[in-house]
T-cell receptor
């Protein structure tokens, strides 16, 4: 029931792009994305609702394909501050909410 | 505008003792969620509460764990007879009424069981 994220870990140089994927085995109503830095609480990035929407702010955007039960997070022109672990959170029918397995992102100079 | 507050930030208990974790939601938020993060693992949902009501406790272990969110005061996550496997970071989040999809997290309580 826990969504699966890929890749598990990625290392980028500053300015490079990355895509993080989140797949669920259940029909989804919405998908959230969070970033967590080591030793800190997760920070909410964005939510995408059923309807196949795409959202973004600054250089971080996401898409949600409800038919495929997948969401992708896009980070463009990565900055050092993007380093952290990214979690997707998914809501399926019955208000069941689960966090994904996490993707560790490291941006190096 | 204070954010979600959790205390204590660090809690050390010996096996068999009780642990009480407190969470004060943001002002205006009436929904509280508890998550557990085991070392090197992702967040796992435990329980979702509104004041005086448990909405969803599907992620709570069947034994030793309980949660409450009284009319007055913070939400409490209680772990009885702690074991080493309970060592984890416990995060609380809160959301506005009817906006469970916008959760703001507290700083977490790191529980260490000796």
């Amino acid at each position: 029931q826990q969504p699966v994220q890929s890749p598990q870990a990625v290392i980028l140089r500053e300015g490079e792009d990355a895509v993080i994927n989140c797949s669920s085995s259940k029909a989804l109503y919405s998908v959230h994305w969070y970033r967590q830095k080591h030793g800190e609480a997760p920070v909410f990035l964005m939510i995408l609702l059923k309807g196949g929407e795409q959202k973004g702010h600054e250089k971080i955007s996401a898409s949600f394909n409800e038919k495929k039960q997948q969401s992708s997070l896009y980070l463009t022109a990565s900055q050092l501050s993007y380093s952290g672990t990214y979690f997707c959170g998914t809501e399926s029918t019955g208000n069941q909410f689960y966090f994904g397995t996490g993707t560790s992102l490291t941006v190096i100079p | 505008n204070a954010g979600v507050m959790q205390n204590p930030r660090h809690l050390v208990r010996r096996r068999g003792q009780e642990a009480r974790l407190r969470c004060s939601p943001m002002k205006g938020h009436s929904h509280v969620y508890w998550y557990r993060q085991l070392p090197e693992e992702g967040l796992k949902f435990m329980v979702y509460l509104q004041k005086e009501n448990i909405i969803d406790e599907s992620g709570m272990p069947k034994e030793r764990f309980s949660a409450e969110f009284p009319k007055e005061g913070p939400s409490i996550l209680r772990i009885q007879q702690v074991v080493r496997g309970d060592s984890a970071a416990y995060f609380c989040a809160s959301s506005p009424p009817s906006r469970w999809d916008e959760q703001f997290f507290g700083p977490g309580t790191r529980l260490t069981v000796l």
